[in-house]
């Protein structure tokens, strides 16, 4: 498609508003550098495929409940419902774009460089929402990837309820944490295929994302995520603190906060990660939007010189007649 830029310019990330949701044209988080239906095509089918590995990941788990207290699952379901999110606006968009402008245009505004300038909000509430889980989800599925193998799965194994670092009982393929009802250790970083997929693979897809689509990264929006990291710390220390500070209340082996010396170098480790994962996602964005608009000018160009060409031929072929 025919788009001019829709990037902001790098000294306008500093202004106050871009720490909000708002940005000036919509088609950032509708369309990419594929053409449009094949990018519906392609939001719908990833949709279904992490999904359906969330199905899968269910299935297996033997834990009941338990698995909604890990931040692997959490994120993950994040991670799904944000694909399916994103999937439903792409369907709608694209049938608007082939069918009706009308209505195109309400769901959609156009949008404007004026737009762009003054900071002027043009998406809806459901952009927003998009827009929100996309940023909170990728950088949470790379982080949970990169802290399960680096953290987690280099964990020696130990009995003592006093090793800051010990990898305990875990039913695959969820994350090493302490079993109620037996408190042995024991290292379970199986590679197993829902496990790859809760602890890899879908790193790999929220990265392929960023770099498929167009939505834009804001270098203030860092904080989301920070915040989401912070509320799930708070949330292990109540769940610990419920459990009168035993080990059946430790989820993660590396937040055990009998030892709160490691666990809150854990917890600073864990709140600073997706500030720097996010910063590297900015960076990957923004060279994202340049080779982009180095493409569209390109693009734009050649189309120029054709109608150039066209127009002299037109106008040889009548002075010939003349």
Known sequence: MDDPSTAIPMREEFHWF?????????????TSWLPLP???????????????????????????GLFFTYLTYQSYILLVAGFLWRAAVSVVYTACYYGSSKTLEWLFPAPSLVARDYGQDKTRWYIKVSWFIHTTSTVLAVGVALAYWAFLCSSPTKSSHNSPTSALSTVSPSPPYYNATNLTTSVRCEVTATNLH???????????????????????????????????????????????????????????????TYAGLYAVVMVALPILLYLALFGIAVLRDVIYDALQKFSCSKARMKVKRRSDVEDFKLESLQ
């Open 198 to 260: 809760v602890h890899g693979i879908n790193a790999v897809i929220a990265f392929l994302d960023v770099c498929i689509s167009r939505v834009p990264f804001q270098l203030f929006h860092f904080f989301y995520t920070s915040i989401l990291t912070f509320l799930y710390l708070v949330f292990t220390l109540i769940y610990w603190g419920a459990h009168n500070g035993t080990n059946s209340g430790v989820i993660y082996s590396i937040l055990d906060y009998g030892n709160y």
């Open 38 to 64: 094949l990018f519906c095509v392609y939001r719908v089918l990833i949709a279904l495929y992490v999904l359906a590995w969330l199905l899968a990941a269910g299935a297996v788990y033997t834990s009941g």
């Open 18 to 30: 871009r720490l909000l949701l708002r940005y000036h044209d919509v088609r950032a988080f509708t």
